[in-house]
């Protein structure tokens, strides 16, 4: 059963980079497209990235095109998110998510995920 659990949030100045980490502490991430999302205060959750099992293809929310990298580590079973040029904007809990997939598949809609972390924060100053 996958577990995850999400850290490297924090606060950072407008202009800046965090790099998020996703650490599964259940079963191994074989088999299991990754998400990454986010919720600001009042808002609906946003898609920010998306990456195949096999790290072959990624996707990207058009807000963050350019800026964040979303890449996996299956020997740590861990996923990352490099966000940089970060903009206040960003501002937000980050979640990571997970489920079964194809080889190739990325998903882009959190209805497609049945398995979630608890959020990392992450507040940039202006």
């Known amino acids: 059963q996958v577990q995850l659990v999400e850290s490297g949030g924090g606060l950072v100045q407008a202009g800046g980079s965090l790099r998020l980490s996703c650490v599964n502490t259940?079963?191994?991430?074989?088999?299991?497209?990754m998400g990454w999302f986010r919720q600001a205060p009042g808002k609906e959750r946003e898609f920010v990235a998306s990456?195949?099992?096999?790290?072959?293809?990624?996707a990207y929310g058009d807000s963050v095109k350019g800026r964040f990298t979303v890449s996996r580590d299956s020997a740590k079973n861990t996923i990352y998110l490099q966000m940089n040029s970060l903009e206040v904007d960003d501002m937000a809990i980050y979640y990571c998510?997970?489920?079964?997939?194809?080889?190739?598949?990325?998903?882009?809609?959190?209805?497609?995920?049945?398995?979630w972390g608890q959020g990392t924060h992450v507040t940039v100053s202006s």
């Open positions: 259940g079963s191994t991430f074989t088999s299991y497209t």
């Open positions: 990456i195949s099992w096999s790290g072959s293809n990624t």
């Open positions: 998510a997970a489920r079964r997939s194809t080889i190739t598949a990325v998903y882009t809609r959190s209805s497609s995920y049945d398995t």
